[in-house]
């Protein structure tokens, strides 16, 4: 019988669970205690001992960026591999909410988060369950979320809102960060049932430094649902405390508020290895840093993990890289973790890997990261190796990035790569030897199996003597830059297991060469697994800050961390202490290697990056000419290269003026229309990051511009941070001037 495909869709209403929640009041007030009771029966009405989550959000959160669900069509939907990326159009901190005591209350309300309760709970076997919470103290609706699960498949959900209401109360525009050069100014109105239209409302403020007992006061007066702004002008950098007030007639409210002025809004995790000397030229953007001493030994180690824990870039090897840099450095120094962007979770490969979403399944990459990180080999992934080999169209690199997955999932392959190894084309056959990145891969694949002796041999026979050593460096030699770097990586996955001193010589030169062309980040990373530094004894360091001194030991590992304020950084010196050696301190000195971790401005140059690139940004009104509050803005941004432009994945990052908020493109203007390449990859709050592959047919050029909207909601003038450029394969990076934009009340 001829069998068809069918597609058949399952109704599970069946399944839905029936949850209802009672709140204990119809309206409350903020800050007030809430009780719900929950109940929870299936679709028979009969009660069901369900496991809950309760979530309470802000509903001026969810207008921002609202996220429909349904619970049961989740639980019964299709599972695929997806595209995982981030986007927070609202952070919590642009309006800073509403909130007061109301009355002639002397009350100040200080609690603005917008997720008062996110609680999990099970119901009892009468289906019957009780939270109890607090409001913040906002003036708004909450929309309050219970999802329930049974164990036997099935599922349901509550959505409703409670309301949380003042008589009278302050509204307060402002922004939680603010960049020196800003104005820092605020808006203000009133609202509430007691406040009559066209009342007049009077307004103070003030905005006090940290440590400081009082600070600079403003007051101006409007009538009700007016906005009336205030402006504290230009501040240090600091955090501060901003208190404002209103009263009618016969109401008053108060709130308090954090926000902080920061040298610069685009801030980058960075992470340097750097000389005594050169610790007094990096510029924090904050505090504290955290500084790692190293030992000789202990340095080559460091300085590959930190490069790695510090890489950019969404493609699958530097994100796995990253990750796994990110938990071996938390290992040795818990301390510095916090200075890093965190690695994600990476999700096991059950097929071929993709390097970005838009492109294909890479071989080669599949098996290096079932080589390096075997962990993210998922069941059935040598299928995919076995499928590409049975291929009759599979070129012979393919082939051998193949055995190489095949031999890093144990799977018996040795003969076959022995075989391939040995394997000469009778004299006059059209068939050509293997290549020196073929030989490459299978000496890898008997390194990955197990075969250490043998990985051994052909790497003496068919990779050693094609190394060229140079200034105490080692790497493979090649027609091209690119080609002596590739095939230097490479061999580095053979030599980390069986030529551990060739390995570190090979490392060096990677770390001094990066390519333009060619990502190594898998290959270091296998580097450092294999070849974290050995047990010793323990050497002594004397630190020298804040006109005090102690001994420090740096440990069987070689490797100490301080985490410093500014004014111990600012004293900091170390030297060797005494050795039973009998050299001086002086002598040894050189031994120590720094690595620096801080926060700073990202528009800092970082090591070893190529700027090359200039990037300008203009901000324009979609009409008019002048630029006034509530006006809609243009944002273009435009990439210069000088001489080619490399191929590859491309990154811009880009931070909103404070006193502006992203805004949805207008339906007059096709995003697609402009056939630009760019896309938007992530938004968290004020910091947007664009995406774009520039691939070998030319398209999606990272010279085409990027275009975006924001709407201006405070007036003042703020300053306009120049964008970053970053390509993802190389160390090509570029920025720009930044400016100030004036926006008229």
């Not at 031999?407 to 391939?420: C, E, F, I, S, W």
């Not at 000469?424 to 290549?435: D, I, K, M, R």
Request: hydrophobic share 40%; net charge negative; aromatic share 8%.
């Amino acid at each position: 019988h001829e069998i068809f495909p069918e597609d058949l869709t399952y109704r599970f209403s069946e399944r839905e669970l029936q949850v209802e929640v009672t709140p204990d009041a119809q309206r409350y007030a903020p800050g007030d205690e809430v009780t719900l009771d929950i109940t929870v029966t299936d679709a028979k009405g009969q009660p069901v001992q369900a496991e809950l989550l309760v979530s309470v959000v802000d509903e001026a959160a969810l207008a921002e960026y609202d996220n429909p669900f349904s619970q049961l069509q989740e639980l019964f939907s299709h599972i695929y591999d997806a595209d995982i990326r981030t986007f927070a159009s609202y952070d919590g901190k642009g309006d800073m909410g509403e909130g007061g005591g109301g009355g002639e209350s002397e009350l100040v309300r200080d609690d603005f988060s917008d997720n008062p309760a996110f609680e999990t709970l099970t119901t009892s076997r009468q289906g019957k369950a009780t939270l109890t919470f607090s409001l913040a103290d906002s003036v708004t609706s909450w929309r309050i979320t219970t999802l329930a699960v049974f164990e036997q498949a099935a599922a349901g959900q509550n959505v409703q809102n409670i309301e949380a209401g003042l008589p009278f109360f302050v509204n307060l525009l402002s922004s939680s960060q603010y960049v020196e050069g800003d104005d820092v100014s605020i808006c203000l109105r009133a609202f509430g049932e007691q406040l009559s239209q066209g009342e007049q409302v009077a307004f103070a403020a003030e905005l006090t430094a940290k440590g400081e007992t009082s600070g600079i006061t403003k007051s101006g007066s409007g009538t009700s649902g007016e906005y009336v702004t205030l402006s504290f002008g230009k501040q240090e950098a600091g955090s501060y405390t901003l208190r404002v007030s209103g009263k009618s007639a016969s109401q008053s409210d108060a709130m308090e508020v954090q926000l902080e002025v920061v040298e610069a809004a685009m801030e980058s995790p960075v992470l340097r290895e750097l000389s005594q000397e050169q610790l007094k030229e990096i510029e924090p953007a904050r505090y504290p840093v955290t500084l790692s001493i190293c030992d000789s030994q202990s340095a080559l180690y460091y300085a590959v993990l930190s490069e790695l824990a510090s890489t950019q870039g969404a493609r699958m090897e530097r994100r796995v890289a990253r990750s796994a840099a990110v938990e071996l450095l938390g290992e040795l120094a818990p301390e510095l973790v916090g200075t890093l962007s965190q690695g994600e979770a990476i999700s096991p490969l059950y097929d071929g890997a993709f390097p970005l979403p838009t492109m294909m399944q890479d071989v080669l990459l599949t098996a290096k990261i079932a080589m390096v990180t075997p962990e993210l080999a998922g069941d059935g992934l040598e299928n995919y190796f076995l499928s590409v080999l049975s291929n009759e169209d599979c070129s012979a690199d393919d082939a051998a990035a193949a055995y190489l997955g095949l031999a890093a999932m144990k799977q018996p392959v040795l003969r076959d790569v022995r075989a391939l190894l040995a394997w000469e084309p009778e004299e006059g056959s059209n068939v050509q030897l293997l290549t020196d990145r073929q030989q490459m891969l299978l000496t890898a694949a008997l390194a990955a199996i197990g075969d250490d002796d043998g990985a051994r041999a052909a790497y003496d026979a068919l990779i050693a003597p094609k190394l060229v050593s140079e200034g105490g460096l080692l790497f493979a030699d090649g027609e091209e830059q690119a080609d002596r770097v590739e095939n230097t990586a490479l061999a580095l996955l053979t030599a980390s297991v069986v030529a551990k001193d060739d390995a570190q010589a090979m490392m060096r030169y990677l770390l001094q060469n990066p390519s333009t062309q060619v990502l190594t980040c898998l290959e270091q990373l296998f580097f450092a697994k294999n070849n974290k530094p050995a047990a010793q004894e323990p050497l002594q360091v004397t630190v020298s800050m804040d006109g005090g001194g102690q001994t420090l030991s740096l440990g069987r590992r070689g490797i100490a961390t301080l985490q410093l304020s500014k004014q111990q950084f600012e004293s900091f010196s170390v030297s060797l202490a005494q050795q039973d050696t009998g050299e001086t301190p002086e002598q040894a000195a050189p031994e120590l290697t720094f690595f620096a971790g801080y926060i700073g401005a990202a528009n800092q140059q970082p090591d070893g990056q190529d700027g090359t690139v200039t990037l300008s940004k203009t901000i324009e009104p979609v009409e008019g000419d002048d630029i006034t509050q509530s006006s809609l803005l243009k944002v273009t941004i435009r990439a210069s290269f000088e001489g080619e432009i490399p191929k590859g994945g491309y990154l811009v990052s880009d931070v909103i003026c404070s006193g502006m908020r992203f805004a949805n493109m207008p339906v007059s203007y096709d995003r697609y229309s402009r056939q630009t390449g760019w896309y938007l990859m992530s938004q968290d709050g004020q910091h947007l990051t664009f995406s774009a592959w520039y691939g070998e047919d030319g398209k999606n050029s990272p010279e085409e511009e990027i275009v975006y909207y924001v709407r201006a909601v405070l007036p003042g003038t703020f300053v306009s941070e120049a964008p970053i450029l970053v390509h993802e394969g190389s160390s090509l990076w570029g920025t720009g001037q930044a400016g100030t934009v004036t926006v008229k009340p």
